[in-house]
């Protein structure tokens, strides 16, 4: 017989991290091309979801790119809209449903190069909903070809030697244009590049979402996500890259003045 010393508890099976799966997700595998940060996203939103009790009373309108897996991936209700207009359809669910957490799940092709417009619209009319732009620099479900928010020096597919601002202008800071409008009353730029951006990350949207339920007006996350395949660059690369490259350009924080706490 074994003797365990008085007052030592007992030994606890080991436990698998994949055993920790976020409820709302139906699979935790995807399609999409190793190293992309889009699924670590999908897993926040679900979490804050479920422990801010709105699953069963959440609408979700999601745009066309990589991302769009996250409809058939995740147990939320979704819509999806044509290029760009995600924050016009999610003005009309949540005018109609205005107890319902109405959100847009865009990549920054969809949102800032085709519906930029309909983004600031929506933000200058405090429209209470939250928007939520997946930033890789990437048209990744097209071939990879530049974006609006694609950074100076980046190659794509229609920048080989990189972004030049004399050819290509500028990349467009969308959360710094969406925090000085009145409306808005959250802005936050997250990542998923390393264990401390995710649980910030997740802190952001949590955040949106709580103001978006209080009347506060119109919220909006960015969420820096890695793409090494339209990077050119290794798999295992991509967070450095992240940090080193995207975040020069988009610094990941709560986005000030114009956000309100």
């Known amino acids: 017989m074994t003797h365990v010393p008085t ?33 670590v996203a999908w897993r926040l939103l679900c979490e804050v979801m479920t422990e801010l009790n709105l699953a069963d009373r959440a609408v979700g309108v999601i745009g066309h790119g990589c991302y769009t897996q996250a409809a058939v991936l995740t147990d939320l209700e979704w819509l999806q809209c044509l290029h760009g207009r995600a924050p016009a359809v999610a003005t009309g669910v949540k005018r109609v449903h205005p107890d319902v957490a109405v959100f847009t799940l865009q990549g920054d092709g969809d949102m800032a190069s085709e519906g930029l417009h309909e983004l600031l619209h929506a933000a200058g009319r ?12 990437v048209f990744g479900d097209t071939g990879g070809q530049m974006t609006a928010t694609t950074v100076v020096g980046q190659r794509t597919k229609t920048s080989l030697e990189g972004r030049d601002p004399a050819s290509h202008g500028f990349p467009i800071p969308v959360a710094d244009l969406v925090r000085t409008l009145p409306g808005t009353a959250y802005v936050a730029r997250g990542a998923v590049n390393n264990a401390g951006s995710v649980a910030q990350t997740k802190k952001f ?22 793409c090494p395949t339209g990077w050119f660059i290794p798999t295992a690369e991509g967070p450095g890259y992240l940090t080193s490259v995207f975040e020069e350009t988009f610094p990941v924080g709560l986005i000030e003045p114009g956000a309100r706490r």
Do not use: W, Y
């Open 7 to 39: 007052g030592v508890p007992p030994a606890v099976p080991a436990t698998k991290v994949a055993d920790f799966g976020a409820p709302l997700l139906l699979s935790e595998e995807h399609h999409l091309c190793p190293g992309c940060g889009h699924p």
């Open 126 to 137: 405090a429209e209470p909903i939250t928007c939520i732009m997946l930033n890789n620099g």
């Open 205 to 226: 949207l949590r955040r949106a979402f709580e103001l978006q339920m209080e009347g506060a007006g119109f919220t909006f996350v960015e969420i820096l996500t890695m």
